[in-house]
């Protein structure tokens, strides 16, 4: 499985989405019934879970395998969407669909990430700003 993950911050327009979709940043877990508590290494004050809706399938066309999303001291503070199905690779030109969608809504000023196979990361770009980090 490949995934894109891109942190961004403060950009005018997730400040105005203050997140994605259904899930808005400084919420608590309590107010998502669509998600299951993932058992990992964490972080103190962190917890993290895999939403297990049905309501998000695709993005800009691309299946979705998962989304994960942190809380830390119960406030959402970070949103990752991870591409690519069991059965299905995950493509160079899909990740370029993506990003190209990403730096329209968000801007080209971001940091790309090269492959690192110890985290499974073959594409990443993370964008700058100056308050609380946001990832999609």
Do not use: H
């Not at 911050?9 to 989405?17: A, E, F, N, S």
Request: charged share 20%.
């Amino acid at each position: 499985m490949i995934c894109l993950s891109s942190v961004c911050q403060t950009t005018k327009r997730l400040d105005g989405l203050n997140g994605f979709k259904e899930f808005k940043f400084n919420t608590s877990s309590k107010d998502y019934s669509s998600l299951k508590e993932k058992k990992s290494i964490q972080l103190k004050g962190v917890k993290s879970y895999e939403y297990v809706g049905a309501d998000y399938k695709y993005l800009y066309g691309v299946p979705i395998s998962f989304i994960s999303v942190s809380f830390f001291k119960d406030k959402l503070y970070s949103i990752s969407i991870y591409f690519g199905l069991d059965n299905s690779q995950y493509t160079l030109e899909q990740f370029i669909l993506i990003k190209t969608n990403f730096e329209t809504n968000f801007g080209s000023d971001y940091y790309g990430v090269e492959k690192t196979p110890q985290a499974n990361i073959v594409n990443s770009c993370i964008w700058d700003g100056q308050s609380t980090i946001r990832t999609l």
